[in-house]
Each structure stands twice: as structure tokens, then as C-alpha cells.
């Protein structure tokens, strides 16, 4: 695959072989450290998320939407487009983007929403978005709201994606230790928390609850994406890197 922060040459066929290419040529790991791209998780390390699939409907055929990096991923999570990006520009993110949105279609059927972080959301890089600042909350807010039975409409949910000022950051991200073996509880013990609350609350009979993932952070899958009929969401292109947005990524849980 290619590297984690960009997308794949226009020509790339996805032979799903380059896994270990990638970690030991491109970002320079050993042998031995770039054996971790093709460890799994059994269910009792993932309990929470393995049992919330067992229980309720997996989706096992949900593909990200490009084979690029997170930004424009999330885009597309929110919107079905990503404004022709394909990279992690930031200058596009500051500026903004102007396509229409989940929230906009929320708030066209006279309904209400909330985006409840733990740090900065994603979804503040639409425009959209940020002219409604009020309906920007911290996670506390959603659970004081969850508990109350008084969530809006549509709550989108990010974790916080940093450790800043001693509060840890909730995604799952690996975390490695000296001996290799990567971690992802501390994205699992936030989810448990969510789930928990919600199953506990007075509108657990009357919401859907979904989960998923923007990408799949470039670990080993032997499922090959689709690249065949992919329409353009928009007919726009990205021209650094190339890309027409006529592929899709490795597949990510769906719950």
C-alpha cells in the first residue's frame, strides 16, 4: 500500500502484497518491528467491540472511501465527498470545506444535532459546521444529555485524539511498547463507556447506535478494495497527489 499520509499512484493495482515494503522501505523499520502490521486481535482483547459485532449487525463489506489519509476519509464519512483532496492539506482543512453535509441534511428535515468531542472534531473542517458553533460540545455534555434522555437528533461522536493536559487520547491507534505488542484499549474503553451509558439510558429503545472507523490505519488486510465502477462523487480530481476517486480502501469495522 502506499504510505499512511498519502494517496496511491493513479496506476496502483491493489495486490494487497506491499504491507511489509511499505514499513521496512518507506518508513524505515526492521524486520522484527514491521512483523506488527500483520498481527491480529482475537475477540478477548477486543471484547467490547467483538461482542457489540456478535451480538448486533456487522457490516463486513464497508470500505473506506479512498486510499488516502484520514482527513479526507472523514470528509467523506460526513459528506460523500472530499472536495477533490486526497491529502492531509492543511491548508484546505483551515480554510474550510463548502460541500454539503449530513448536518445540513439534518437541519433541512427540521431536526437537531450535536457534535460532542474530546478535543478538536474533525467535522469543524466544514464550513457547515462552523457556522453553528453552538452545537459544538465537549463529552460531557453528551452524557449529562444521554443520561436526561434530552440527545439531539443525529449525535456525532469523535473521541479525543490527543493527550493534552494529562487526559489521554481515546482512538485506536496502536500503542507500542518495548516489546512490540500494540495496544488499541484505550479506543475500546471509550467505546465500553459509550455503549454502557447508552444501553443505560432512557432513549436506548428509540436510537440507532453506529460505529466506525474513517480508514484502516494501513495494517495488513487481505481483502482487496474495490477498484471497478467506482463512481466520482462530485467529478472533482486531486492533483497532488494524482487521484480521480474511482477506488475504494481496505475494508473497516461497521457495528
Sequence with gaps: PPPHTTAPPATAVATMDGFLTELMVY???????????????????????????????????????????????????????????????????????PQRSLFDDVLDANKSYGVFSGDFPSALFLNSVRRHPSRIHDHSTFFSQLAAGDLPDFAWIEPRFFNVAG??????????????????????????????????SPVVNDTLFIVFFDEHGGFYDHVVPPSNNIPNPDGRFSSDPTFSFDRLRPPVPFV
Excluded at 514491521?34 to 463486513?60: E, G, I, M, P, W
Excluded at 465527498?81 to 480554510?95: H, Q
Excluded at 496502536?174 to 444501553?199: C, E, K, N, R
Design 167 to 200: 487526559y489521554p487520547e481515546q482512538d485506536m491507534h496502536p500503542h507500542f511498547d518495548a516489546v512490540l505488542s500494540g495496544t488499541v484499549s484505550p479506543g475500546l474503553h471509550f467505546l465500553h463507556t459509550l455503549y454502557t451509558a447508552y444501553a443505560a
Design 27 to 97: 518508513q524505515g523499520m526492521s524486520a522484527e518491528e514491521a512483523r506488527c502490521v500483520a498481527k491480529v486481535y482475537n475477540a478477548t482483547t477486543v471484547s467490547t467491540l467483538s461482542q457489540l459485532a456478535s451480538l448486533f449487525t456487522l457490516h463486513d463489506a464497508y470500505f473506506s472511501s479512498i486510499p488516502g489519509p484520514t482527513e479526507p476519509n472523514r470528509m467523506f464519512a460526513l459528506s460523500g465527498t472530499s472536495y477533490g483532496s486526497a491529502s492531509n492539506d492543511w491548508v484546505r482543512l483551515v480554510e474550510g470545506f
